[in-house]
């Protein structure tokens, strides 16, 4: 009869633990759809062209509830097009990205060979490069894929982009693949400025402090955006007539849009991401991803 008993009260405890999970399980999903939800709210807030960045309209939290969105729009031509510069046979200005992040110049230019052969369309391998044979001998076949990259996920293919992944972890942070031109100076930050430019980092800090104007602070009335990249080059002391290759690596009112949209509702968040061109005329989607947020 006591055994019977314990039987019984351990087959109640365990019925009432996965009652319990699958109430949690329940829950969990009811809260992440509700997230999702808020998400591709903030989404459709966002996508509107008439709301502007720093707009609070993109920040919405319900007390009440516990639940709200969070918006943040930025331009793709704050960063370096990967595909711009390899078609454009620019591999100076990685030679130098690659540097300054701590490879030496002879690991530099091999990554940048490398990336160029991995886009280009023959199997010629460039001085310091890597073409079909060295990605069979690895164990990779249908290896480089001669053509521009699809995804920055595809970068890490690439011989020797382990190593400035190991020296710059964040190396994407720096590069898109949707930008239309070359790097917005009214958007990039003064560590790419002053790679692209080649000056110090203290020189190139002059151009985004003069974009956010008096108070310091961007997306506010008294911003000055400049209206061509010549204009920003000449107050860092850069004669873009004199070095076309540096004025051609810059360019001004990109229209490409990343809109990050996080929804959030009590234990669970969603994260939906938007590359949009043209958000203020007629857009087009030129990649959406969805993920969850612990």
Known sequence: MIWLIALLSFITVATIRVVGFDLDVAAANIHGFRAKQLAEMGVAVGANPVVERGDPILNQWS????????????????KFNINQ????????????MFAD?????????????????????????ALNGAEITYYEDIGRVNQPFNRPFYSLDEMRLVKGMDLVEAYQPDWRSWFTIWSSGGL??????????????????????????????????????????FQN?????????????????ISARFSVNETTTRIESIGSAPGAKRKITLVVRNRTGQPAILERTEEVIP
């Open 63 to 78: 007390e009440e509830n516990g639940e709200g969105f969070e918006v943040r729009l930025t331009s793709e031509g704050g």
């Open 85 to 96: 510069i390899l078609l454009k046979e620019d591999k100076n200005l990685l030679k130098m």
């Open 101 to 125: 992040w701590g490879l030496d110049i002879d690991q530099a230019a091999e990554v940048a060979d490398a990336l160029g052969d991995w886009i280009d369309g023959d199997d010629e391998v």
């Open 184 to 225: 917005d100076i009214n958007e990039a930050p003064a560590e790419m400025i002053a790679v692209a430019a080649e000056v110090s980092y203290e020189e190139a800090l002059i151009i985004p402090e003069t974009v956010r104007g008096p108070d310091g602070e961007r997306d506010t009335d008294d911003d000055t955006p």
């Open 229 to 245: 990249a010549q204009e920003a080059l000449a107050l860092i002391g850069v004669d873009g007539s004199l070095r076309g290759d």
